[in-house]
Every structure is written in structure tokens, then in C-alpha cells.
């Protein structure tokens, strides 16, 4: 069945550096969504990527598609401390199945 | 507000009483999940609906049951909680066409001793 990876599973950023987290699925997807989730909050949609090589920004955050529709990554540009929660990718073929996610805190 | 609306936010109880978390929507949203979430393996889907009498299994059923008698409500039981059904809880939803972004609830903690 369909399984999504992601990696790093935590990330420790020095405030103001850059750091990406991945996502490789076993098959290919039809799209690819990415969902925030701060400590002690619920999971929040933050975008959605459909196209082959797809790239989208989100002011520091820019979101990438792979060509081959496997693979997503997840980019953060001078990473401040409102950056902090869990980063989860999920793929979607015939259903929608999440990554591990990527918790991520920051060094002042 | 549209918003996803979970009961309680959090719950403990003891192997064996039987409970139900309640979920609802304001979306008019066809289709509806729950998901566990646990330390390291992120978000598994325990069952989902894509309409009202329509559910099925998700990867991690095993212990629990769902109904879906009205669009706005999904609740989650659990007949008899047993201690590795302690975990958070999510109610999510969203248009259910082709992988549409999920909105999720508050989330419920459930610990059972």
C-alpha cells in the first residue's frame, strides 16, 4: 500500500538559519498537501501541490512538487520562532496518507 | 465560524467503559475522518466517511466504531478502551472530492489506565 516518509523527524534551527524537510511516497500521487501543526494545537492545511515540478511560496516557506509526482519538499528561509510546531506532508493517490512529520524548534 | 468541533478536549477513563467522542462540522462537508495521532508515527486514519451511512476502515480500526446518521456529525466509540488506545484524537473534514485539504478539530486526549 501507498506510504509516505518523511524526514528529518526533528529539526533544531538556529533562529534566522534556513533548514528543508522532505517527503518521498511510494507511488505516485495525484497531489500533495502540507499541514502545519503548532505545540498543543490541532493540524492546519497549508497548501496544496497538484502539478508535475510544482513550486509554490508562501512568503518564507516555498513548497515543492517533484517532477516524477513522488516527492515534495518544504523550504523555511530565515526560520523565526513562529516557524516551531510539527510540519507534516500528505500524499494522495486513491487516499490520503501523512508522513511521520517534522517537529521543528528554534534557538534564539 | 466554519470550524470542526470535537467533545471532549480531554477524557480519562479505565479499561472497559465504553465512551464516545463527538465531532461537527458547519461545512456541509461530505466527507469526514477521525485520526489517532501517536509520538513518532504521525497521523493514522481510523475510519472515514464519505457521506451520511457511508464509512469504512482506515488503516488503524481494530477497537473502535463510527456512525453517520446526519452530514454535520461523525462520532467516535469506543466499546471497551483499552490502554493502548490511549493517544490525541483528531476529527477532521473537508469536501471529499479528490484529496480536497482536511480541516481538523481541537483534538481530544484520551487516556485510559
Known amino acids: 500500500g501507498q506510504q509516505v516518509m518523511q524526514i528529518p523527524q526533528y529539526q533544531h534551527v538556529q533562529e534566522g538559519e534556513d533548514f528543508t524537510t522532505y517527503c518521498n511516497s511510494s507511488?505516485?500521487?495525484?497531489?500533495i498537501q502540507w499541514y502545519k501543526q503548532r505545540p498543543g494545537g490541532h493540524p492546519v492545511f497549508l497548501i496544496q501541490?497538484?502539478?508535475?515540478?510544482e513550486v509554490k511560496k508562501q512568503k518564507r516557506l516555498t513548497f515543492q512538487f517533484g517532477e516524477a509526482k513522488k516527492n515534495s519538499s518544504l523550504h523555511i528561509t530565515a526560520t523565526q520562532t513562529t516557524d516551531v510546531g510539527t510540519y507534516f506532508c500528505?500524499?494522495?493517490?486513491?487516499?490520503?496518507?501523512f508522513g511521520a512529520g517534522t517537529t521543528v524548534t528554534v534557538r534564539a | 465560524e466554519a470550524q470542526v468541533t470535537q467533545n471532549p478536549r480531554y477524557l480519562i477513563t479505565v479499561t472497559g467503559k465504553k465512551l464516545t467522542v463527538t465531532c461537527s462540522q458547519n461545512?456541509?462537508?461530505?466527507?469526514m475522518s477521525w485520526y489517532r495521532q501517536d509520538p513518532g508515527l504521525g497521523l493514522r486514519q481510523i475510519y472515514y466517511?464519505?457521506?451520511?451511512?457511508?464509512?469504512d476502515k482506515g488503516d488503524v480500526p481494530e477497537g473502535y466504531k463510527v456512525s453517520r446518521k446526519e452530514k454535520r456529525n461523525f462520532p467516535l466509540i469506543l466499546e471497551s478502551p483499552s490502554p493502548n488506545q490511549t493517544s490525541l484524537y483528531f476529527c477532521?473534514?473537508?469536501?471529499?472530492?479528490?484529496?480536497?485539504?482536511?480541516?481538523f478539530g481541537n483534538g481530544t486526549r484520551l487516556t485510559v489506565t
Open positions: 477532521a473534514s473537508s469536501l471529499g472530492q479528490g484529496g480536497s485539504p482536511l480541516h
Open positions: 507511488t505516485t500521487l495525484s497531489n
Open positions: 466517511s464519505m457521506n451520511v451511512e457511508v464509512t
Open positions: 501541490l497538484v502539478k508535475s515540478g
Open positions: 461545512m456541509n462537508h461530505e466527507y
Open positions: 500528505a500524499g494522495y493517490d486513491y487516499k490520503l496518507s
